[in-house]
């Protein structure tokens, strides 16, 4: 079965300090990636996605990710945070025609003004 | 365009009572899911419905019903709450069968069980 992990529960920032955060899949195949954001007291937002091509996919407000399959890995990135960047971010993956998402268990970001 | 919406927004309910969770999508998606968030472990699918008249049991099931109504609504049904079913309830649906087939969520139930 597939499964996610992400390498951080919680992460505090400063304003202005970059940011990464880890994803790790596992399975095998053609898989489709994503990154949502949760904002405080709100829904699920997709960031951005992977389906194919370009491993380095940029997505709203900044972010970027990388998909290095060799890794398992859909690392998410932004070079300078805000504090409205404060929320909790998943990391998700789909099989490629498959019905079920799996995400994984979420990091929350806290940027200090 | 209202994308995914959920009623209600908050519940409460005494332990062994029944409710029923509604959504409705107007994307015109075929799948549509449910899913429960709790700190720590993420989002952990319920049921999910690949097209009318589907349903199919995800990783967390038990305790739970699920109607898919007609292609714009899926409702989840609770049918002796327990307080282990506290929790925030997100509805999302996708495009199935497309490449692009991301998800999208509604704005959640928050549901407490005393």
């Known amino acids: 079965a597939q499964s996610v992990s992400q390498h951080n529960h919680h992460v505090i920032l400063s304003e202005a300090a970059s940011l990464e955060l880890g994803c790790n899949y596992s399975?095998?195949?053609?898989?489709?990636l994503f990154w949502y954001v949760q904002y405080p007291g709100q829904h699920l937002q997709l960031l951005l996605k992977?389906?194919?091509?370009?491993?380095l996919v940029k997505g709203i407000k900044g972010f970027e990710a990388e998909f290095i399959k060799s890794k398992f890995s859909f690392n998410l990135r932004k070079p300078s945070v805000q504090w409205s960047d404060t929320a909790e971010y998943f990391c998700?993956?789909?099989?490629?025609?498959?019905?079920?998402?799996?995400f994984g268990p979420g990091t929350r970001l806290s940027v200090l003004p | 365009n209202a994308g995914v919406t959920q009623t209600p927004k908050f519940q409460v309910l005494k332990t062994g009572q029944s409710m029923t969770l509604q959504c409705a999508q107007d994307?015109?998606?075929?799948?549509m899911y449910w899913y429960r968030q709790d700190p720590g472990m993420g989002l952990r699918l319920i049921y999910y419905?690949?097209?009318?008249?589907?349903?199919d049991k995800g990783e967390v099931p038990n305790g739970y019903n699920v109607s898919r109504l007609n292609k714009r609504e899926f409702s989840l049904r609770l049918e002796s709450a327990a307080p282990s079913q506290t929790s925030v309830y997100f509805c999302?649906?996708?495009?199935?069968?497309?490449?692009?087939?991301?998800?999208?969520f509604g704005p959640g139930t928050r549901l407490t069980v005393l």
């Open positions: 992977y389906f194919s091509g370009d491993p």
């Open positions: 399975y095998g195949g053609t898989v489709n």
């Open positions: 994307m015109n998606h075929n799948s």
């Open positions: 419905s690949a097209s009318e008249g589907t349903t």
């Open positions: 998700a993956v789909n099989v490629f025609y498959g019905q079920n998402f799996v």
């Open positions: 999302a649906s996708s495009e199935q069968g497309s490449t692009y087939n991301e998800q999208f």
